[in-house]
């Protein structure tokens, strides 16, 4: 079963790899077939889920019992096929009507883009890449769209550069030593050296910029979000756009707006982690 995971094309490649935390467990592949069941408006029937994921039918037959019985799947009227349960449309309900965190977050993503003009971004990490947490797009007509959910590495990523700039030598080591230096562009930093002293710089400066280092013609500025306790934080604030229209110079004229969202951003986290703890004094 483990051999048949590692060659499924619609599951997640988090499930397929068997080193990644939790991948290549029962939970896992449980729950990867759910995400290949929610990608699409239809419904599978258990052939057709052989072809889309490519696992054995008897595998797939004893999955689907098993989110049968959890109410996170339901039989339709066939008796063929499957669709999504009540169980999980509720969850899925209860996360977007509960999550006024995302909410917050994204007006001030959205404030800042009106102020600034450009595509602006907020980034976590996660492993050796950066991860899109949401993202909102600028009205101007040339733009790269880079939706959330993406993933950017960290060598050649803004955002990347200020996660790296808060860890100590020994941490970046090890957590580049599983992450080549990839040359995405001509400008890429591929030696260590380099790249080390980039990060020094972005240490002392408080903000990291991305020439046209993972994408050609894209130019990004990044400042971390403060933790409000001075621990390290993993959340970014970032603003991209086209070089013909954002250089080095503009980008950093831009600084202070970003830094105010960046302030608005650590409140709204200090504010919601103050509710979490009156909550579980109540």
């Known amino acids: 079963m483990i051999r048949a995971m590692k060659i499924v094309k619609g599951l997640t490649p988090e499930a397929q790899d ?19 069941m929610a990608a699409k408006d239809q419904r599978y029937s258990l052939q057709g889920l052989v072809e ?9 037959h004893r999955m689907l019992q098993q989110l049968e019985g959890a109410g996170l799947l339901q039989r339709e009227g066939d008796g063929r096929h499957y669709g999504i349960g009540t169980r999980l449309r509720r969850l ?9 965190l995302h909410g917050a977050r994204h007006t001030v993503l959205r404030q800042l883009v009106e102020e600034i003009g450009e595509s602006c971004n907020l980034t976590a990490l996660s492993g050796s890449e950066v991860v899109y947490l949401d993202r909102v797009e600028t009205a101007a007509p040339l733009r790269f769209y880079l939706h959330s959910g993406s993933r950017v590495p960290v060598h050649c990523s803004a955002s990347g550069k200020i996660f790296l700039s808060q860890m100590n030598a020994a941490q970046r080591r090890r957590l580049l030593s599983h992450a080549p230096l990839e040359p995405y562009t001509q400008r890429t930093l591929t030696d260590p050296e380099a790249l080390e002293k980039e990060v020094q710089r972005v240490r002392k ?8 280092e993972f994408l050609p013609g894209l130019l990004c500025i990044a400042t971390l979000v403060p933790s409000g306790d001075d621990s390290p934080s993993n959340l970014c604030i970032a603003v991209q756009a086209p070089v013909m229209r954002l250089d080095a110079a503009k980008a950093k004229s831009l600084l202070p707006a970003l830094q105010r969202a960046a302030k608005a951003l650590s409140r709204i986290d200090a504010d919601a982690a103050s509710d979490r703890v009156d909550h579980a004094r109540a």
């Open 52 to 60: 889309e994921t490519g696992l054995p039918k008897p595998t797939l």
């Open 18 to 36: 068997p080193a990644s935390p939790g991948g290549d467990s029962p939970t896992m592949r449980l729950f990867s077939l759910l995400e290949v």
């Open 92 to 100: 899925a309900e209860n996360l977007l009507l509960n999550d006024s």
């Open 205 to 212: 400066d408080g903000y990291a910029i991305d020439h046209e």
